[in-house]
């Protein structure tokens, strides 16, 4: 459930949260072998790791007995190839069509949000079958519980059994970050992982407000004298 929070903004700041859309999405496809194999190499310190209030699923995560939508946000992603049938993946989630899977960020410390600058996200399987990705990423800004898309990733391969997606953004006073999972591949397909990257948001000073601040801070050491 995404958590409203206002910013606790002084007279004078602005308070003007910006978005830009998404640039297309770039893939990167991969295949290995191993049991398990690691494709890619996520951040282990992106905002899902060092800024994240809580995490918040609907749908089913862990068909054939895979790992639960916590391994999303881990800091790592891993295949076991070749796949027998039905044999666990417990690195990767599993999911099904029309989950999702909501990140608040820790807005109770830096209330104003967090600049976005990219999002990454990892998948694949230990055979072809499940292996596409289909999923849109959704955020939101602080004070506002309204989501809007940046981008969706659709990715259907023959070949490939491990892929990146890779969303870049250019977001300021983002408060959330919301993947709607679409139509997967026989009913559920695997996702190994998810980086936030971005910073914490930093508003600026109106430039009259602080001429006015420094006038008023001269005209009181005057009558102080």
Not at 6 to 34: C, D, E, K, N
Request: aromatic share 10%.
């Amino acid at each position: 459930m995404k958590l409203n929070s206002l910013p606790a903004l002084t007279a004078g700041i602005m308070a003007v949260f910006t978005a830009s859309a998404s640039a297309a999405v770039t893939y990167t496809t991969v295949t290995g072998s191993g049991s398990p194999w690691s494709p890619f190499t996520p951040l282990n310190n992106d905002l899902l790791q060092t800024s994240l209030a809580s995490a918040t699923p609907t749908g089913t995560f862990d068909n054939e007995g895979s790992g639960a939508y916590t391994v999303l946000y881990d800091g790592s992603i891993t295949i076991k190839t070749p796949n027998p049938l039905f044999d666990p993946q417990p690195g990767l989630a599993a999911v099904s069509t029309g989950a999702t899977l909501t990140f608040d960020l820790n807005v109770s410390t830096n209330i104003d949000g967090y600049d976005i600058s990219q999002i990454v996200g990892y998948g694949g399987w230990g055979d072809t079958g499940r292996d596409d990705q289909n999923y849109s990423i959704y955020y939101s800004f602080v004070g506002n519980s309204n989501f809007t898309l940046l981008d969706t990733a659709s990715v259907t391969e023959t070949a490939g059994l491990a892929h990146k997606s890779d969303f870049g953004a250019s977001l300021s006073g983002v408060d959330a970050i919301r993947i709607d999972f679409g139509a997967q591949e026989n009913g559920y397909g695997g996702y190994g992982e998810f980086d936030v990257v971005g910073v914490p948001t930093v508003l600026v000073p109106e430039p009259t407000t602080v001429l006015l601040g420094g006038i008023g801070m001269l005209a009181l050491l005057r009558r102080r004298r």
